[in-house]
């Protein structure tokens, strides 16, 4: 008799399959969430959760306004009307009293569906809950069903994105699993163009607070860029959910295999890597685990920077990741020991500006890394608020850290390390070596020297205070500048200008290092302008992309003209630098610049300021041509009216010749 053959059924799967019907009886028993998400204020988000709420009461469902944000526009007001409304608190906070969603009264009147605006909302204190969403994770555990509204730029894993689009720090964030976990969410979409005429006919804002928002917040392209992450982020989790659905119940294989580990830290930084990494986790469908190596040293930090770990830790479990925290004073070596143990495919971890994680750097775990574990993919993560923070601090005292502190700083170190050098030569001299060996050592230390401080005059002050240290400890009569042996003379002066020369060429060196990697940078800007220009599908983003592709290179404000067929120039685009207003950059447009550009577009050539065409102009006007006419004019603000030198005025012109031959052939 054969035996009959059956498939056996993977545990693994009967586990994903059991969790997944235990949720599902769990969500039964807990109030459903449904989520109205916006891109920006004055979307209409409150506006569709209201009416969405009336069309319940319709349907007699018991529905209740928790509490509504008191926006003052008369058709959201309108709606609030006929909705019975419980009363808000009222709690006193530094002599102010403040409206609060009332948690308490809302669960004793425990309504079947309830209204509770701005998710992200904080409370104030002195309410059970920090946040507004912790409110609401309340009412859903008692079985209530909430309506509630946020804006994309509030979730978590989003925040440092949305900031780079804003340049607007969000405090308020709501985590990733509660906006995943909601039960529904209903996109409110509006046209970018709508949503700002919206805000000049004051439907938003008042008058006042409506100009500064059009001037900053509410240009087209920041709105355009929000709403295009917040259908993204839409797709995303409604893909995500239909793929979890399916593994659970056997219709796919849905373990990729990938495991994301962030390494913590207490750096200002560390949350964007830690958002970076979670947003890296969810788009692989990772595991996610984040390490904390916790040294002797850390055991003895201040409580500042103790909290700022538990902060970054929070943060990372509220992404979702698995923390893990092991000891010891190697953090390269723990990092990677962990790595390959733990089966991690992936290691992302922050740039700093000298050292990461307690003095331990980063070529450090990416050396051990490249070794031990080649397969483990890692991601540097840049920092560039911080490290623009740096430079503007840096650009205001440069000059007087140079004259005084930083000099005797770097001179400082000079000294330590030739003072190391002629312990060292004693060491040798113990020992019997020649004098050859000895002064091996001081040009060593020269080496070092010019490894610490990069200037001119520090290889100078190593190379003489190297030669003057050999001859006061080492040649007779010792612990003087005087010399007995007539070669000692020439001796000196050959270790004088060895040592000098190797200190300047090791300067140069690590000049023409750091030059490659600024041509590196560059040039990638140039393929990035070129690989983005493909996708333009608008004269205006064309414009828009090559604009942010030259102030990313220049980190200069630019204004556009596009020229029409005529060869006239249209209404100038304004593109203002990071730190400038765009009313600064405004005062620029005036008659005088504005036949500046006319002159640059009709006669094909370069024109204004750091030119000896117009050079009174306030800007550097070059045309943005095609192989037959003129499409437009930028115009690059030149503020120290330093012009741009001969390797970034080659690749922006490259970017410009590029964007000519674009316009042409594609909407000629």
């Given at each position: 008799?054969?035996?009959?053959?059956?498939?056996?059924?993977?545990?693994?799967?009967?586990?994903?399959?059991?969790?997944?019907?235990?949720?599902?009886?769990?969500?039964?028993?807990?109030?459903?969430?449904?989520?109205?998400?916006?891109?920006?204020?004055?979307?209409?988000?409150?506006?569709?959760?209201?009416?969405?709420?009336?069309?319940?009461?319709?349907?007699?469902?018991?529905?209740?306004?928790?509490?509504?944000?008191?926006?003052?526009?008369?058709?959201?007001?309108?709606?609030?009307?006929?909705?019975?409304?419980?009363?808000?608190?009222?709690?006193?906070?530094?002599?102010?009293?403040?409206?609060?969603?009332?948690?308490?009264?809302?669960?004793?009147?425990?309504?079947?569906?309830?209204?509770?605006?701005?998710?992200?909302?904080?409370?104030?204190?002195?309410?059970?809950?920090?946040?507004?969403?912790?409110?609401?994770?309340?009412?859903?555990?008692?079985?209530?069903?909430?309506?509630?509204?946020?804006?994309?730029?509030?979730?978590?894993?989003?925040?440092?994105?949305?900031?780079?689009?804003?340049?607007?720090?969000?405090?308020?964030?709501?985590?990733?699993?509660?906006?995943?976990?909601?039960?529904?969410?209903?996109?409110?979409?509006?046209?970018?163009?709508?949503?700002?005429?919206?805000?000049?006919?004051?439907?938003?804002?008042?008058?006042?607070?409506?100009?500064?928002?059009?001037?900053?917040?509410?240009?087209?392209?920041?709105?355009?860029?929000?709403?295009?992450?917040?259908?993204?982020?839409?797709?995303?989790?409604?893909?995500?959910?239909?793929?979890?659905?399916?593994?659970?119940?056997?219709?796919?294989?849905?373990?990729?295999?990938?495991?994301?580990?962030?390494?913590?830290?207490?750096?200002?930084?560390?949350?964007?890597?830690?958002?970076?990494?979670?947003?890296?986790?969810?788009?692989?469908?990772?595991?996610?685990?984040?390490?904390?190596?916790?040294?002797?040293?850390?055991?003895?930090?201040?409580?500042?920077?103790?909290?700022?770990?538990?902060?970054?830790?929070?943060?990372?479990?509220?992404?979702?990741?698995?923390?893990?925290?092991?000891?010891?004073?190697?953090?390269?070596?723990?990092?990677?020991?962990?790595?390959?143990?733990?089966?991690?495919?992936?290691?992302?971890?922050?740039?700093?500006?000298?050292?990461?994680?307690?003095?331990?750097?980063?070529?450090?775990?990416?050396?051990?890394?490249?070794?031990?574990?080649?397969?483990?993919?890692?991601?540097?993560?840049?920092?560039?608020?911080?490290?623009?923070?740096?430079?503007?601090?840096?650009?205001?005292?440069?000059?007087?850290?140079?004259?005084?502190?930083?000099?005797?700083?770097?001179?400082?170190?000079?000294?330590?390390?030739?003072?190391?050098?002629?312990?060292?030569?004693?060491?040798?001299?113990?020992?019997?070596?020649?004098?050859?060996?000895?002064?091996?050592?001081?040009?060593?230390?020269?080496?070092?020297s010019s490894y610490v401080a990069d200037n001119k005059i520090y290889a100078l002050y190593s190379a003489?205070?190297?030669?003057?240290?050999?001859?006061?400890?080492?040649?007779?009569?010792?612990?003087?500048?005087?010399?007995?042996?007539?070669?000692?003379?020439?001796?000196?002066?050959?270790?004088?200008?060895?040592?000098?020369?190797?200190?300047?060429?090791?300067?140069?060196?690590?000049?023409?290092?750091?030059?490659?990697?600024?041509?590196?940078?560059?040039?990638?800007?140039?393929?990035?302008?070129?690989?983005?220009?493909?996708?333009?599908?608008?004269?205006?983003?064309?414009?828009?992309?090559?604009?942010?592709?030259?102030?990313?290179?220049?980190?200069?404000?630019?204004?556009?003209?596009?020229?029409?067929?005529?060869?006239?120039?249209?209404?100038?685009?304004?593109?203002?630098?990071?730190?400038?207003?765009?009313?600064?950059?405004?005062?620029?447009?005036?008659?005088?610049?504005?036949?500046?550009?006319?002159?640059?577009?009709?006669?094909?050539?370069?024109?204004?300021?750091?030119?000896?065409?117009?050079?009174?102009?306030?800007?550097?006007?070059?045309?943005?041509?095609?192989?037959?006419?003129?499409?437009?004019?930028?115009?690059?603000?030149?503020?120290?009216?330093?012009?741009?030198?001969?390797?970034?005025?080659?690749?922006?012109?490259?970017?410009?010749?590029?964007?000519?031959?674009?316009?042409?052939?594609?909407?000629?």
């Amino acid at each position: 008799m054969e035996k009959e053959e059956y498939e056996r059924p993977d545990s693994s799967q009967l586990l994903r399959r059991l969790q997944f019907e235990e949720e599902e009886k769990l969500k039964k028993s807990r109030g459903k969430l449904k989520i109205f998400l916006g891109y920006a204020a004055g979307s209409g988000k409150t506006y569709a959760m209201l009416k969405a709420a009336h069309e319940a009461k319709k349907h007699h469902i018991d529905v209740v306004a928790g509490y509504v944000e008191p926006h003052a526009r008369p058709d959201t007001q309108a709606l609030v009307k006929g909705l019975e409304t419980i009363a808000p608190m009222e709690i006193a906070y530094k002599g102010v009293k403040l409206r609060e969603f009332d948690l308490d009264a809302a669960l004793k009147r425990n309504p079947r569906l309830i209204l509770v605006d701005e998710l992200a909302h904080t409370n104030v204190k002195g309410c059970r809950n920090e946040k507004r969403y912790q409110d609401v994770k309340e009412l859903l555990r008692a079985g209530i069903d909430v309506y509630t509204t946020m804006n994309i730029q509030h979730l978590e894993s989003l925040n440092d994105i949305v900031g780079n689009v804003t340049h607007i720090e969000v405090r308020e964030r709501v985590p990733d699993k509660v906006f995943d976990h909601a039960d529904q969410v209903e996109v409110i979409d509006i046209e970018p163009e709508e949503l700002i005429e919206r805000m000049k006919e004051g439907k938003i804002y008042g008058p006042l607070q409506a100009e500064r928002a059009l001037e900053n917040f509410f240009r087209r392209e920041k709105l355009v860029a929000l709403r295009e992450i917040t259908l993204r982020r839409t797709a995303d989790r409604v893909n995500r959910i239909a793929e979890e659905e399916r593994n659970a119940l056997g219709e796919m294989d849905y373990h990729t295999g990938e495991h994301v580990l962030v390494c913590i830290s207490p750096s200002p930084s560390n949350a964007k890597v830690i958002r970076t990494a979670s947003r890296l986790a969810y788009a692989f469908h990772a595991s996610f685990t984040g390490i904390y190596v916790e040294t002797p040293k850390m055991q003895e930090a201040d409580e500042k920077t103790k909290a700022a770990v538990k902060n970054h830790m929070d943060l990372a479990r509220a992404l979702g990741a698995d923390i893990v925290t092991v000891y010891g004073t190697d953090i390269a070596y723990q990092i990677v020991e962990y790595a390959i143990v733990g089966n991690i495919s992936k290691i992302v971890m922050g740039r700093s500006r000298k050292q990461w994680m307690f003095g331990k750097s980063r070529s450090e775990v990416l050396e051990q890394l490249t070794y031990r574990a080649p397969n483990i993919d890692v991601y540097i993560i840049p920092d560039m608020k911080h490290t623009k923070e740096y430079r503007e601090k840096g650009k205001s005292s440069e000059k007087k850290e140079e004259s005084g502190k930083k000099v005797l700083l770097e001179l400082g170190e000079i000294t330590a390390i030739m003072a190391l050098s002629t312990m060292a030569a004693y060491i040798f001299q113990w020992f019997r070596l020649s004098e050859a060996n000895l002064i091996m050592v001081y040009m060593v230390g020269v080496l070092l020297s010019s490894y610490v401080a990069d200037n001119k005059i520090y290889a100078l002050y190593s190379a003489l205070l190297s030669m003057l240290s050999f001859n006061f400890f080492f040649t007779e009569p010792y612990f003087s500048l005087k010399a007995y042996d007539k070669g000692s003379p020439v001796t000196f002066a050959m270790l004088f200008a060895v040592g000098f020369f190797m200190a300047s060429m090791t300067r140069q060196l690590k000049a023409q290092t750091r030059e490659s990697a600024k041509k590196a940078y560059r040039t990638e800007i140039l393929l990035e302008n070129s690989r983005k220009l493909r996708r333009c599908r608008t004269r205006e983003e064309v414009w828009k992309q090559v604009a942010a592709q030259v102030e990313k290179l220049l980190n200069l404000s630019i204004i556009i003209y596009p020229v029409d067929k005529k060869g006239n120039l249209e209404e100038p685009m304004l593109f203002p630098r990071k730190g400038m207003g765009l009313p600064e950059l405004k005062e620029n447009i005036n008659g005088k610049e504005r036949a500046v550009a006319q002159w640059a577009a009709s006669n094909r050539h370069r024109a204004g300021t750091c030119t000896h065409t117009l050079p009174d102009a306030n800007a550097m006007y070059l045309p943005v041509q095609s192989t037959e006419d003129v499409k437009g004019v930028m115009g690059i603000l030149l503020e120290e009216r330093r012009p741009v030198n001969d390797f970034e005025y080659g690749l922006l012109i490259a970017m410009l010749n590029e964007t000519g031959v674009k316009l042409q052939d594609t909407f000629d």
